[in-house]
């Protein structure tokens, strides 16, 4: 990856929207002409080729492998100097998180088609047998890297720091002593081994769990002759534990869970000598299958699911590297997997639980810096009530870089707002400890009428949305899971005020979920809105959710399952059949993933007919750009950075009248046909050119962004020779955040 020392530029109103000269010439600063594209299209034009087939399987990349490649770029993060130190380990830790999610759901469900002789094979034509090999492979090289770039570059950078991970040979007799007595204090009377002989078969091991194989000689108190044991370790103890201050060097040193187990194992099996101690952790199915034909009671049969979770087939194994063969091999025939699902790791086994450490440690020079998400004018000018300023005009926040507390201010105010009458909110993901929740319950509590759809099937949020479902008709509220067959994805609120007499319709609609936590990292889009008919549109969604009936018409909305992907695909041939006619033609496309055929394929002949198409996708991407004769005037980049990209955008030329939306859905099948989606345009001038102008930003990035090429690699932008650095997301925070320090 490049190197860069510094990605602050000066700081520039990012909402100006004044012509400004073309080109970045030299002498010229870019966040002079940042917000506007002033690039030329270089489009050829043409007429569609029919002759060209779009169902050939070499026009689209594999979804699973085109998956690991956004993982991958994750990693390399952990490389970017640019990157505070603690933030590049807490890249690589995601890394590891998101490897785990990988085999628990994609890796899963190819090898449950395998297992059941039902291969089938997706738009590029690799059956999953090919796609496992595939996989294993590039996992296995990954994986390697990655423990490499934290023993052999990220670990000694630390150390240099005073932040140090303290091996069992460095450790000094006063720490050996410490460690003894922790052990004996803290972790001896919860640790239950298991000695494995015909009584004692092996355990069933939780998924992704700590646990050690140990190798035994001698005779028990029974007379039974040594043989092995396994050994979980209490996951409620911390995987790092901070060693006192007092008998350390100067600065923060820890040492692993795993490192006191190994030193004092001997004192589980008192007699016995222990011939070999090691580190091993199971990954296992954790996809939940929710059968809709047969379920009557959706939380009943998920709180069901939920304790299967645990203990699903297993789908990869991975071990110490010291880890004599006789050992892994007898692992791998007790969790019936081969050498292909194997990981044979130089470290800890479950590196995900190192991000215990950005809690133990004060280093804000380590981390990026501290900022104040800003406030939109309209919220700062208008300091009383929050539904006054949303009648004054739309009001649009850009998360993180603006605040999400005027989302949660809205609620809390409707909460005890007497003249509000009713409170509609769909829930995704939200947190446990939520003020929305809070608000809601509040609301139901003063006797408002508040209904909620709690999407129960959020994947790994399963149970906590259970709970907040609870809590909730506990204080009174009215809860809705939803539609059984389709994922209620919408990200939407609807309030009802009465007004000298009338009732007035509020609405919120966003790209990301109701979760403070996730504002302050993902960037999304919400809209805070009186405008009558969107209102009346997200008041019909809801009715859809809650009652049964026809299909509503919507004044603007767009809606999956219903009206979306047609409306996407008309759009774009518009497009398509403007550039025909040697008209402008322009799609961007911001979303988090692209695997929908029907999608690709009007993007190809969008192509074919000259439209440029521009994409930021941050993911999964099965489209191909750059194929002579069928994507050559189709750019994808991907930006990974500070921030989680998470916006959902959709803006079209359409001859001058250019038409924007933001949207909870991606360009995949599962969100255009099986989940509850909304897609909303942005009716205010202003506001869609300012998210125009958004998207332009991205497409200068030249320090985040990875270039797709048309083989599957991704290609790291920077700065040409002379020209200065450009970051979208710097650029963001600078123009939207109160402050910057």
């Not at 949303?390 to 609620?411: A, M, T, Y």
């Not at 309030?495 to 609405?507: D, I, V």
């Amino acid at each position: 990856m490049t190197e860069s020392t510094s990605r602050q530029t000066p700081k520039t109103d990012a909402t100006k929207t004044d012509e400004q000269d073309s080109g970045l010439g030299s002498g010229t600063s870019p966040r002079a002409i940042l917000r506007i594209n002033q690039s030329k299209s270089g489009v050829r034009r043409r007429k569609t080729d029919d002759s060209v087939d779009l169902d050939n399987p070499e026009l689209y990349f594999n979804r699973e492998l085109s998956h690991l490649q956004f993982n991958i770029r994750v990693l390399e993060q952990s490389l970017d100097v640019s990157h505070p130190l603690l933030n590049r380990l807490l890249f690589l830790l995601i890394f590891s998180s998101n490897l785990d999610e990988f085999f628990e759901i994609r890796v899963a469900g190819l090898r449950r088609q395998v297992a059941l002789d039902r291969e089938k094979s997706g738009v590029d034509g690799m059956r999953p047998t090919e796609v496992l090999k595939e996989v294993s492979r590039i996992c296995h090289e990954q994986v390697e890297r990655q423990y490499k770039i934290l023993n052999e570059m990220l670990f000694p950078a630390l150390e240099e720091q005073k932040i140090r991970f303290i091996r069992r040979d460095q450790w000094t007799r006063a720490q050996e002593k410490w460690v003894e007595d922790f052990f004996k204090e803290e972790i001896l009377p919860v640790i239950s081994p298991i000695g494995l002989d015909p009584s004692h078969p092996f355990p069933r091991l939780v998924n992704k769990s700590l646990n050690f194989i140990v190798s035994l000689e001698g005779k028990d108190a029974f007379g039974r002759e040594g043989g092995m044991a396994i050994l979980p370790a209490p996951r409620s103890l911390s995987r790092l534990i901070r060693i006192p201050d007092e008998l350390c060097e100067e600065g923060d040193n820890f040492v692993f869970l795993s490192s006191m187990i190994h030193a004092h194992a001997d004192l589980l099996f008192p007699g016995m000598k222990i011939r070999g101690c090691y580190q091993f952790r199971l990954t296992r199915n954790a996809d939940l299958t929710v059968d809709s034909e047969e379920v009557s009671d959706l939380a009943s049969a998920l709180r069901g699911e939920l304790l299967s979770r645990r203990y699903g087939d297993a789908v990869r194994l991975e071990v110490a590297d010291n880890c004599p063969d006789e050992l892994v091999n007898f692992l791998l025939k007790q969790f019936g997997l081969g050498e292909e699902e194997l990981y044979r790791v130089n470290g800890p086994v479950n590196l995900n639980r190192l991000m215990a450490l950005m809690g133990q440690v004060n280093r804000p020079d380590l981390e990026y810096s501290p900022f104040t998400a800003g406030l939109p004018r309209l919220l700062r000018k208008d300091e009383g009530s929050i539904f006054h300023a949303i009648r004054q005009g739309d009001i649009l926040l850009h998360h993180p870089f603006e605040s999400f507390s005027p989302v949660e201010d809205l609620l809390r105010e409707a909460a005890s707002d007497p003249d509000v009458v009713s409170i509609k909110q769909t829930l995704y993901r939200t947190g446990p400890d939520s003020n929305i929740v809070n608000a809601l319950v509040e609301a139901a509590r003063n006797g408002k009428e508040v209904t909620v759809v709690i999407e129960l099937r959020a994947r790994f949020d399963e149970a906590d949305n259970l709970t907040l479902a609870s809590r909730l008709q506990e204080a009174g509220a009215i809860v809705i899971y939803g539609v059984v067959a389709y994922k209620t994805h919408a990200k939407m609120m609807h309030l009802l005020r009465r007004e000298n007499g009338q009732l007035h319709h509020y609405a919120h609609l966003g790209t990301g979920n109701y979760h403070a936590k996730t504002a302050r990292l993902y960037t999304d889009y919400g809209l805070l809105t009186a405008n009558p008919e969107l209102c009346e549109d997200v008041h019909r969604v809801f009715l859809q959710l809650c009652g049964m009936g026809q299909v509503l018409n919507m004044h603007k909305l767009l809606h999956a399952p219903f009206t979306l992907h047609k409306r996407l695909v008309e759009m774009i041939e518009r497009e398509a059949e403007q550039a025909a006619t040697g008209k402008k033609a322009r799609i961007i496309i911001k979303t988090n993933s692209v695997t929908e055929p029907k999608l690709i394929k009007a993007l190809y002949k969008a192509s074919q007919a000259g439209v440029k198409v521009d994409m930021i996708v941050r993911g999964i991407c099965c489209l191909k750009p750059g194929i002579p004769e069928v994507s050559e005037n189709i750019r994808v980049r991907s930006i990974i950075g500070r921030f989680l990209e998470h916006t959902r955008i959709f803006s079209f030329y359409n001859n001058g009248k250019e038409e924007t939306y933001c949207a909870s859905a991606d360009f995949m099948e599962r969100n255009m046909f099986h989940r509850v989606e909304t897609c909303f345009p942005l009716l205010d001038n202003k506001l869609a050119l300012r998210v125009r102008k958004d998207l332009e930003t991205y497409l200068l990035d030249n320090c985040q962004s990875w270039e797709l090429q048309s083989d599957g690699n991704y290609q790291l932008n920077s700065p040409g020779k002379g020209k200065d650095e450009v970051s979208a997301q710097e650029t963001l925070l600078d123009a939207y955040a109160e402050k910057v320090t």
